[in-house]
């Protein structure tokens, strides 16, 4: 198997410039993945870019934020890329190159609970992956105000942390959200990402705006830089162990929402539950507008948007109004946060 990656990666250039590049997004629950991916989308560069977008949770919500946009948005949503479902991921490549007319990139966003080894390992262990995509660049978000929280996060025996391997792997490091911290902390972020992987390039950024010449086509992952970290990269076949204690709860509910009761109840469950919250997010429907409701929270920090702000697309008429909620953290109650998510339907 090694042999044949190595065989593969010393090919002519012009072997190389037919395989379709991928992009690897990953990084910790709330980082700014997202966010990242729609300002790619959005963006007017010319290129035609599929996504292949994966949550951890019941329910599909980044379906609904990101933009609508001519290019093809595929969401697996029935585990992580990393575990059980790398046949699919395999399989989905597939497909998207039988349409390689119509692709020139490949985007896989990784769920935030996600090892990017395995999603990695896809572009060496399978012989047609491997002949038409090259794995162009592991991009590792992080969110500057929070990493050094999730760095120090006590994991059971046997399980590993997830933000430490996501560094570990990075090609690129966007270091996101650098608005919200001091200089002082900053320094103390970039110190603490270079002790775990000194040879991956810092990018500052504020949403995600990173300029996109950094970040695609770049040609970054290198193999052997892997193989002298991880000798048994290509062997391993392994079942990433994700912390149980980590669950999400996903919510659905149809009618309108009574956004005084919304607000109260979300700033409740953030005050009281925030560190253990890693991450929350919905779509809803709010009473007296037909816009849609975004909401984003991460630990303590939330926010909202709506259609009218570019996010998304309005109700539609006739469309059923379900809101939908996850959340995504520890030791979460499933029956308390059903029925208070209720108590908040309008009247």
């Known amino acids: 198997m090694e042999q044949s990656s190595t065989k593969k990666m010393s090919e002519p250039p012009d072997v190389d410039a037919q395989r379709i590049p991928v ?6 629950l709330g980082s700014g993945k997202t966010t990242l991916i729609n300002r790619i989308l959005k963006e007017k560069h010319g290129r035609k870019i599929a ?12 379906d609904g934020i990101v933009f609508n946009s001519q290019e093809n948005i595929l969401e697996m949503n029935n585990g992580c890329i990393c575990c059980t479902v790398r046949g699919d991921l395999i399989k989905i490549l597939k497909k998207l190159w039988k349409r390689k007319n119509k692709i020139e990139h ?29 794995l162009d660049a592991i991009i590792t978000v992080v969110d500057a105000k929070h990493l050094i929280q999730h760095l120090d996060d006590d994991k059971p025996e046997g399980v590993e942390n997830e933000a ?36 991956a390039d810092i990018i500052e950024t504020v949403q995600g705006n990173a300029p ?55 700033g409740a469950i953030l005050r009281e539950k925030g560190t253990d919250i890693f991450r929350s997010k919905g779509i809803l429907a ?16 939330m926010g909202f948007a709506s259609s009218s702000e570019g996010v998304g697309k309005p109700w539609q008429d006739g469309e059923r109004r379900v809101n939908r909620i996850v959340f995504i953290g520890r030791h979460l109650d499933r029956k308390q946060l059903a029925s208070s998510f209720t108590a908040c339907l309008a009247d």
């Open 23 to 28: 992009t690897v997004v990953t990084g910790f």
């Open 51 to 62: 996504v292949i977008e994966n949550e951890f949770g019941e329910i599909g919500i980044d």
């Open 106 to 134: 490949v985007l896989i966003e990784t769920t935030g609970l996600a090892d990017p080894a395995p999603v990695a390992q896809t572009f060496f262990v399978d012989d047609d992956v491997q002949e038409h995509y090259r």
């Open 164 to 199: 430490v391997e996501q560094l570990a792997f990075a090609d690129k490091v966007l270091l996101n959200k650098v608005d919200l911290v001091s200089a002082e902390e900053k320094q103390e972020v970039v110190k603490r990402i270079k002790a775990i992987n000194s040879s």
């Open 212 to 266: 996109l010449e950094r970040i695609l086509e770049i040609k970054a992952f290198s193999l052997e830089r892997i193989l002298e970290g991880e000798p048994t990269f290509l062997e391993s076949d392994g079942e990433h162990q994700h912390d149980s204690s980590v669950t999400s709860v996903g919510l659905e509910l149809e009618g309108e929402m009574d956004m005084k009761k919304l607000d109260s109840w979300l």
């Open 286 to 301: 709010i009473k007296g507008t037909a816009d849609k409701l975004v909401f984003q929270g991460v630990h303590m920090l």
